[in-house]
């Protein structure tokens, strides 16, 4: 294992506005956690009753299904960005408007288990992607939205990105 994923980003590796997901990732190896919250979130994703899949807690937010749809589409941004940057592309890249990417696909006419097994697949190609960086890869930077971060860093956002969303789907959707 690299010391690189061993070790949390410093706050100079990626944007403010992602100090929150970073600091929701317990210490150790970044690999190990994304497999076993992977197989902790599918555990609970997978008892979801159906009446609960097109459920909005509130008129404005986001349905089951739109939540795991922003899910899986955000690590696959956020993969993207690392895989550009371990492999040393300085080419800027575009953030991404979260909001639009859900009101622009319909995620509530989907089958929800299909769903559930777009996100595991998508997290098996995200560990299969940061399993092999070497520690070179790990610590390489660019920018995206106009904003430096590592790969490093990009591995622990989407992390806690899981970690955020799914207390969300346990607080807000289910408790209700």
């Not at 403010?16 to 970073?22: A, D, H, L, R, W």
């Not at 899910?71 to 550009?84: G, N, T, W, Y």
């Not at 299969?128 to 660019?142: I, Y």
Request: zero cysteines; aromatic letters at 10%; hydrophobic letters at 35%.
């Amino acid at each position: 294992m690299s010391q690189a994923a061993a070790t949390k980003p410093i706050a100079t590796e990626h944007a403010p506005e992602f100090s929150y997901y970073v600091t929701l990732v317990p210490e150790g190896d970044i690999i190990q956690t994304l497999g076993q919250q992977s197989e902790n979130s599918l555990s609970l994703l997978r008892t979801l009753p159906s009446d609960k899949a097109n459920f909005r807690y509130a008129p404005d937010k986001w349905t089951v299904k739109e939540l795991l749809g922003h899910m899986i589409d955000s690590e696959r941004v956020f993969s993207f960005r690392a895989l550009s940057f371990a492999r040393n592309d300085q080419s800027p890249l575009p953030g991404y408007e979260q909001n639009d990417y859900v009101r622009y696909t319909d995620f509530d006419s989907r089958n929800l288990a299909d769903m559930i097994e777009e996100f595991a697949t998508v997290r098996r190609a995200t560990i299969q992607l940061f399993r092999p960086l070497s520690e070179t890869e790990w610590l390489r930077r660019g920018k995206a939205n106009e904003k430096e971060i590592s790969v490093r860093a990009l591995a622990y956002i989407i992390a806690g990105h899981e970690l955020h969303h799914m207390e969300v789907l346990r607080s807000r959707y289910l408790q209700s």
